[in-house]
């Protein structure tokens, strides 16, 4: 009786075959491990702070904090290669987030999308009731200080 065969009849991986198996079903599984991470490395954004513009002194809100408009640039590693003309697409985008972090990293947060202006070129008007965000073409966003204070 052959003790390599399995006793139906099919044969079994022994010895070098099996090794060579598992060493192929190894090298696929980094393979597929490394390709993996490396898409999550280029889709995952990037922050970078560009402006922050700090609440005047003459302004107090309800919560009696300092509060902070942030412009941000948000930009993913794949966006360098360009697989879109869009600029504002979801790699590749500006926001202003306005709460008491000088960093950005918390707050209310306004994504910018307005085609053909430079995000960088934005004006912060903060007033009693809110924050006035103004492009110099005369397009403007009101966000309310119930939006942004209170750690929100």
């Given at each position: 009786?052959?003790?390599?065969?399995?006793?139906?009849?099919?044969?079994?991986?022994?010895?070098?075959?099996?090794?060579?198996?598992?060493?192929?079903?190894?090298?696929?599984l980094a393979?597929?491990?490394?390709?993996?991470?490396?898409?999550?490395?280029?889709?995952?954004?990037?922050?970078?702070?560009?402006?922050?513009?700090?609440?005047?002194?003459?302004?107090?809100?309800?919560?009696?904090?300092?509060?902070?408009?942030?412009?941000?640039?948000?930009?993913?590693?794949?966006?360098?290669?360009?697989?879109?003309?869009?600029?504002?697409?979801?790699?590749?985008?500006?926001?202003?987030?306005?709460?008491?972090?000088?960093?950005?990293?918390?707050?209310?947060?306004?994504?910018?999308?307005?085609?053909?202006?430079?995000?960088?070129e934005l004006?912060?008007?903060?007033?009693?009731?809110?924050?006035?965000?103004?492009?110099?073409?005369?397009?403007?966003?009101?966000?309310?200080?119930?939006?942004?204070?209170?750690?929100?």
């Open positions: 009786m052959n003790d390599l065969a399995d006793p139906n009849g099919t044969p079994t991986l022994v010895g070098r075959e099996r090794r060579r198996y598992l060493l192929r079903a190894a090298v696929v393979l597929v491990c490394g390709v993996v991470a490396a898409a999550v490395v280029l889709w995952s954004p990037r922050t970078t702070v560009v402006r922050v513009v700090d609440q005047p002194s003459e302004i107090v809100y309800a919560d009696g904090s300092a509060h902070f408009a942030v412009l941000t640039h948000v930009r993913a590693p794949i966006a360098a290669i360009r697989l879109s003309q869009d600029a504002s697409s979801a790699v590749n985008h500006y926001a202003v987030v306005l709460g008491r972090d000088p960093g950005g990293s918390y707050g209310h947060r306004v994504r910018l999308d307005a085609t053909g202006m430079d995000p960088t004006t912060v008007e903060w007033t009693a009731d809110g924050v006035w965000l103004s492009y110099p073409s005369g397009h403007r966003v009101f966000v309310p200080a119930t939006h942004f204070t209170g750690g929100r």
